[in-house]
């Protein structure tokens, strides 16, 4: 299980690291991801394909099954920029 402090409402040293390498995560492909939070301990991986509605738009859901992480990949170009903009929540399937 990764170190994670649940209860931070605040900036956290301690979740920071992970938080930072999750983000950097997003920015490679499906396997690389997957592969990066295992080594981190968060085996329990669904990669969020949006790029068919929104172009170049993905994340990833990462879990040890204690705290879900959540990281999208940042906005790349004004066209994704746009595509932020009309982004909409969806209902989780809950496999996490």
């Not at 649940?6 to 997957?34: I, K, M, R, V």
């Not at 592969?35 to 669904?46: D, E, R, S, V, Y």
């Not at 929104?54 to 170009?77: C, Q």
């Amino acid at each position: 299980m990764a170190d994670f402090e649940l209860d931070a409402t605040t900036f956290s040293a301690t979740n920071a690291p992970l938080l930072a390498q999750a983000s950097q995560a997003a920015y490679l492909n499906a396997a690389g991801a997957q592969a990066k939070m295992a080594q981190l301990g968060l085996p329990n991986f669904q990669w969020i394909d949006l790029t068919e509605d929104f172009a170049g738009l993905h994340a990833f859901a990462a879990s040890d099954g204690g705290f879900v992480i959540l990281a999208f990949r940042g906005t790349k170009s004004f066209q994704n920029w746009m595509s932020d903009l009309y982004s909409t929540p969806v209902e989780s399937n809950g496999t996490l």
